[in-house]
Nanobody, 118 residues
Framework: QVQLVESGGGLVQAGGSLRLSCAAS????????MGWYRQAPGKQRELVAA???????NYADSVKGRFTISRDNAKNTVYLQMNSLKPEDTAVYYC????????????WGQGTQVTVSS
């Protein structure tokens, strides 16, 4: 079984920065894609950023140029550096990985709240 533990959320003023981390543990043979999603109140969950095992990245248009996703394969950890935060970035952020833990599955973290005040 694979577990994801997220950290780094919190309250920040507009224009500020936060760094989210998500560490995967358990039986992990390989991780293909690691990513971050977010869900604001009353809205659907949306992809924020994703990074493949080879390092290629994908970002939502709304965060391009402000957020940077990275991963440490040795630590099975993915990071999201968020700069120039805006009130509309306020949401619960979820870590997601597609991993082979005795079978390929999508795994989700418990979510971490990010609140950006104006």
């Amino acid at each position: 079984q694979v577990q994801l533990v997220e950290s780094g959320g919190g309250l920040v003023q507009a224009g500020g920065s936060l760094r989210l981390s998500c560490a995967a543990s358990g039986i992990i043979l390989s991780i293909a894609v690691m990513g971050w999603y977010r869900q604001a109140p009353g809205k659907q969950r949306e992809l924020v950023a994703a990074i493949a095992s080879g390092g290629s990245t994908n970002y939502a248009d709304s965060v391009k140029g402000r957020f940077t996703i990275s991963r440490d394969n040795a630590k099975n950890t993915v990071y999201l550096q968020m700069n120039s935060l805006k009130p509309e970035d306020t949401a619960v952020y979820y870590c997601n990985i597609k991993a082979d833990g005795l079978g390929w599955y999508n795994y989700w973290g418990q979510g971490t709240q990010v609140t950006v005040s104006s």
